[in-house]
């Protein structure tokens, strides 16, 4: 039997994402906001209200990063969304984050997060919050490379919102199957 916890914001897994931009006097600033994923091939959408710093920041720049928070910096993660850029100018080295300008959009890098999307803003829409982005280029740090050269999960150690229990959980990359092979076993 099944029990209706009516229309939330419950899915599994949830990504946290750090959201980073520079201020308007060129300071790193992030934010961590669980409410986002990929809208299509080239697009991520985020649930961004309007006053956030960042949403200012995002919508003066007209990019930003999005890097993968992970086991190690969870901490730092949490603590840059449960502090306002509003209320804490300097929350970004705070958090223990240094910058590296992205190559390709006017947004900062975090060094510390090894994973991140560099975007700029197809739209932002701030009755909705609803925020697109262009993905023009995915950086990953070489320490969380395989020998092949793709993303070690176990390496890069991503973690996950459980939006129902507010915990963080690891994802441990332990693999269980093969995309597009394993379902034809049915057909």
Known sequence: MRKNFGAKPWSYPQPVFIIATYNQDGTPNAMNAAWCGIHSANEVCICMGAKHKTTENIEAKKAFTISMADVEHMV????????????????????????????????????ELPMALECEVVSY??????????????????????????????????????????????????????AFKDGAKLK
């Not at 850029?85 to 590296?100: H, Y």
Request: aromatic fraction near 6%; charge should be negative.
């Open 125 to 178: 829409n701030k009755s909705t919050g609803e925020l697109i982005g262009k993905i023009v280029n995915v950086s990953i740090d070489e320490c969380v490379l395989t020998p092949e050269g793709t993303v070690d999960v176990k390496k890069l150690a991503p973690i996950t919102f459980d939006p129902v229990n507010n915990k963080y959980l690891k994802i441990d990359g332990e693999a269980i199957g093969n």
């Open 76 to 111: 730092a993660c949490d603590y840059i969304g449960l502090v306002s850029g509003v209320n804490e100018a300097d929350k970004f080295s705070k958090a223990g984050f240094t910058a590296e300008k992205s190559e390709f959009v006017d947004a900062p890098l975090i060094k």
